[in-house]
């Protein structure tokens, strides 16, 4: 691919995220309390409760000492890690659409960094992130060779032994679930799995409709490991949650 053609490709990308956040309201001046907008939210309180259960699992108490990347726009995440003792200035939100980027600096601390990146390039030197956070991408990237792609980067960019989360939308998706969520497909676990073959697989987070469970893989199998279940908020709302939860090492 000539760099020409991959700039045409994440020209095209940008509008695709760009009518994705519309969609769900995040580009909007003001909160809107579409169906979308709710539906956004309680999905970002639910991963709090994930990360913070995977958290403490890694025994990571205090967060002072790590560098963050969060891609999918969530500022509700960032307000989490913060919470959890986080700097400010080692926290990087990154997204592929520029309206994103200006909407996540008016509303978030200025004292992070906020990068536009391409997928097929992060714009970071190799071993840089502890904690790598992808949310809302995979099922938005028409492209299983974009997907890998990113997948290539967002590995590089990671320290040894760092973690990264990345949440798709999985197959269990009705087309109402689809169209109120805004993203473009769903996948099976084991096809997410290849993209990130690179990785250290640590668990599959599946989420079922009326608690959190965590699976652990092995290869073939699927073998359940219970390590706590967490309230589902969007199951309080008479909703179903929908996206699954890889967390990976390096």
Known sequence: MTKK?????????????????KKIGFLDNEENLSDNYLNKFLRERFIERVLFTVLREFEMKSLAEKSILITGFSHELVSFFLKLGAEPQNITVADICPQAIDRAKAILSKTLSFVKIDLDTLNFNDNTFDIAVCLNYLSNIPSD????????????????GGLALVSFTN?????????????????????????????????????????????????????PKRIGIIEDLLIEQEKRYTDSLLLLSK
């Open 145 to 160: 060779d974009l997907i890998n792609k990113m997948a290539v980067e967002f590995y590089r960019v990671l320290k040894q």
């Open 5 to 21: 053609e991959a700039g045409l490709i994440n020209k095209k990308l940008e509008n695709v995220f760009y009518n994705y956040y």
């Open 171 to 223: 197959e269990i998706a009705s087309h109402d679930d689809i169209q109120m969520s805004g993203v473009m497909r769903v996948f099976r676990p084991e096809e997410v799995i290849k993209f990130f073959n690179s990785f250290k697989l640590v668990n599959l987070l599946d989420f079922i409709p009326c608690n959190f469970t965590l699976f652990s893989i092995n290869e073939e199998s699927i073998y």
